[in-house]
């Protein structure tokens, strides 16, 4: 009989729910929230894998990759997979992000263990057909085309190539870099597997009716004879901070006939681990987050500037980007971006009001409590913390650096962090003529 592990950290999630982690013998690290409301279980599989290890020429690799582990096996074709999935009336995708990449599954209870047993098959013996892979690399190609003539991605193109090195990861846009997409070959996707895919590089995160010793079971018997390489697991590229003496020049104008312009702001921000990640998603929250957010109410609402205006911050291994945009009428490019920069602008020149710092930080309290909701939500939050190395106790660190933030704390970080500003513009050649001589 199997000799189960004992939990290794516990803590509490939401309504009562407790998420706790175990760690199999070849280092597979495996959390379980235990929640019968519903007789559903929920999973997200973490690697440690995604752009930031691709190496050098081949900027969409793990892009195809994830697009072919469900294409075949050793065993199992691509239809019998699909078969074995929907017979039951369960779920299973895969994709990659820029810091790892992931496996989801959702089934019922007493179809767990099979799912389980089949998404085990795919992350140990994936056979990447070569018609698969082909298939793959022509519908990524496709996508690339496709999205060369959408205007907000061609400005966050634009953006990331000045914010970042030439070559870095955080760089990609969509599938990867078309001609390096073009060369690639099965053995490669199956070198990047066997570098990449083994179990003390991987976190198993499971919520939904079962019990955690049966479900620790479960996994000790589905990969806990999975063997750990000899070799040393590589790091990851790209996580080292970035100088702005490295990125070049901080502006980038895409010309494209168009009525409508894109202007688009960034700045390079703290990763998560970095102290003043919290008071930028804070920042975030403030300026962008939902119709009552200061750009959506200034420059939309009360000026008529924009037909769309946003912003992102990326939760980020490395350094990460705090980017806020708008669509505009091609005859307001001009108002719009001195508009959007007064609003950079002021948050650095002038701190919050005491008002405006506690409405975002119970919107953003709000909002963390309404992304706890689901089994699928509970497993990828606490999955995802574990990924990045923050551990599961982040879930409830995370709110307490929130609430413990005062507006001297956020008017420093604005300060550090948003001072230096990357401007990214697209739109007609009259719309943006004032910029071109400057790029």
Known sequence: ???????TASVPVTSGLLCQKFELANGLTVL????????????????GAGSTRETSGQAGLAFVMAA?????????????????VESVGASLGVERAPDYFLLSLKTVSEDFLDILSLAAELLQFPSFPPSEVELEKKLALQSIRSQQEQPFTLALKGLRQSLF???????????????QIAQLQPADLHQYHQTYFRPDNMVISLSGNLQAAEAVHYCQQIFGDWPVPEQPLLPPIGLQPVSSMETGSNLAITTQPTQQSIVMLGHLAPSVQEPDYVALKLLYTYLCSGL??????????????????SGFYPTRLGPSHFVVYLGTAADNTAIALAKLQAEIHRLSQQPLADEALETAKSKLLGQYVLGKQSNAQLAHLMGWYEALGLGIHYDQTFPKQIASLDVETVYQAAGQHLQQSHLSLVGSEAAVQPWLALS
């Open 1 to 7: 009989m199997l000799s189960l592990p004992a939990p």
């Open 32 to 47: 379980i929230t235990e929640n019968p409301i519903a007789d559903i279980v929920s999973a997200r599989i973490f690697v």
């Open 68 to 84: 072919t582990l469900t294409k075949g096996t050793h065993r199992l074709s691509s239809a019998e997979i699909a078969e074995q």
């Open 165 to 179: 090195p030439p070559g870095h990861p955080y760089t990609q846009i969509g599938p990867g870099d078309p001609d």
């Open 292 to 309: 009552s957010s200061r750009l959506f109410v200034e420059l939309r609402e009360k000026q008529g500037l924009a037909y769309e205006v």
